[in-house]
C-alpha cells in the first residue's frame, strides 16, 4: 500500500511474516521480472551488503537455484569496502560464500560483476561508474546520462545511511558520477559507494529491512522524518518500496501490505 507520510507519497510497503518470506517474495518477484526481458535484454540488479542479504542469499541458494533464470540476470553491487574477497566484510564475498558457489550458471565478469575492493577507491570508483554505464541501460535526465538498473536493493544502517552514504555526505546524492568513494565517518574504513541519481532513477528503488533491530531507524525516518540519506533516497526515488518483515516494521503508523 502506498504510504500517505508528507514527502514519502510514493513508498510503497510491504511486511511479512519473516525474513525468509519477504525474501521468497523478492526472489520471486525478480525472477518473474527477468524472465519477461526478450531479444537479448538482460535483468540488472544492484545488491547491498550487510546481514539482511545474507539472509536472501541463503533463501536462493537453497530454494531457488534451480529455477531462476540466471542466464537472464547481471549483478552489480551498490558499494563495496576495500577490502578483498577472503575479508568477512566484503559484500561481493558474502554474495560468493552463500549463492555464487553454489550456482555454476553465476560467473565472475560475466554475469556477475564485484567493486574490487582491494584498488584503490579512486581509481576503481573510475572504473566501475565506467563498467556499470557501460553494460546498464542508460536513461536520459536533464543533461547526464544515468544507467537505470531494474533493481537497486539497498539496506538502511542504524544512522540513516544507504549504500556508503552516511549523513554529513549527502553531497553524494546529487554529483554526476555513478560511484565515487566514501569513508565510514566513525571506523574511518574507506568504501566505494553508489551515490543517488543511480539509486533514484532505477526502475525499482527497494529499501530490504529486516529484524527489531531495524525498528527504531524506521520509526525515525518514517514517523519522525529524520533527515537522513536513507530518507531523501526513500522521498525522491522513481519508484520506491521498502520490504520487510513485521518486527522492523513495527512501529510504523502507516497501513502497510
Known sequence: MNIVNSDLQKLQCHAYASPIEASRA????????????????????????????????????????????????????????????????????????????????????VNVFRIIGEASPEREALRYSKLVESRVPQIKVKDLNIPQFDMVLLGIGNEGHTSSIFPGQEHLLS???????????????????MTGHPMMKAKQTVFLVMGSAKAEILDRIINLKFDCPARRVMSQAFSPELIGDEKAMERIRISIS
Not at 554529483?175 to 559507494?193: C, D, E, F, K, N
Open 26 to 109: 523478492l526472489i520471486a518477484r525478480m525472477n518473474t521480472q527477468a524472465l519477461k526481458k526478450t531479444n537479448g535484454e538482460t535483468y540488472c540488479v544492484a545488491l547491498s551488503g550487510g546481514s539482511t542479504p545474507d539472509v536472501l542469499f541463503r533463501v536462493w541458494a537453497d530454494q531457488f537455484s534451480n529455477s531462476t533464470p540466471w542466464s537472464k540476470f547481471q549483478f552489480f553491487w551498490v558499494d563495496e569496502r576495500c577490502v578483498p574477497p577472503s575479508d568477512e566484510a566484503s559484500n561481493y564475498g558474502r554474495f560468493k560464500l552463500l549463492l555464487s558457489d553454489y550456482v555454476p550458471q553465476l560467473e565472475e565478469d
Open 175 to 193: 554529483v554526476s558520477s555513478s560511484y565515487l568513494p566514501s569513508i565510514h565517518p566513525v571506523t574511518g574504513v574507506r568504501r566505494v559507494a
